[in-house]
């Protein structure tokens, strides 16, 4: 992921007012991000514990998006839609995005189930377990690398429709 700074970051979000822009609390150690190891960057506002944010670039321009965390917690194991990770042992959570432009404004939303962190980036980054001989375990993590992108931009572009 390319880096961001400040005013990018808050420029980029398309579901959001004015004042919720203004309103948006950084994520924690923003300055020191290590945006090489990330495919997103998400975060929980620290001051609204049920909101998040999440900004990816797509055809670059970086593109944010303000997530609502469901208040009921994911009972059941379930799988991130994003890195589809079915090994760790993360908490996935259900948000919600109001849906850019004209629909948002009817109130659309589009929900997707997603590690309660946000720890996808890291999460696919993790070399897999060897399936068989001959398994190139480097190209399969590359692959879940691309498809976590894919998965990021696909939601992203979802709520701008």
């Not at 375990?137 to 879940?144: I, K, V």
Request: net charge positive.
């Amino acid at each position: 992921m390319r880096p961001l700074d400040d005013r990018v970051l808050r420029a980029s979000f398309i579901n959001a007012t004015r004042k919720e822009v203004s309103d948006i609390s950084l994520p924690p150690g923003f300055a020191e991000i290590d945006f090489d190891t990330l495919d997103y960057l998400g975060w929980t506002d620290p001051k609204l514990p049920r909101r998040s944010y999440v900004v990816v670039w797509i055809d670059d321009v970086a593109t944010g998006v303000v997530l609502q965390r469901a208040e009921q917690r994911v009972i059941a194991r379930a799988q991130c839609s994003w890195c589809e990770d079915v090994t760790l042992r993360n908490d996935v959570q259900l948000y919600t995005a109001r849906k850019a432009g004209p629909a948002g404004r009817k109130g659309d939303t589009i929900g997707n189930l997603t590690c309660a962190e946000f720890g996808c980036s890291k999460n696919v980054r993790v070399l897999p377990p060897l399936a068989y001989q001959g398994y190139d375990r480097e190209l399969a993590r590359e692959m879940r690398i691309l498809k976590l992108q894919e998965h990021v931009q696909a939601f992203v572009r979802a709520v701008a429709v």
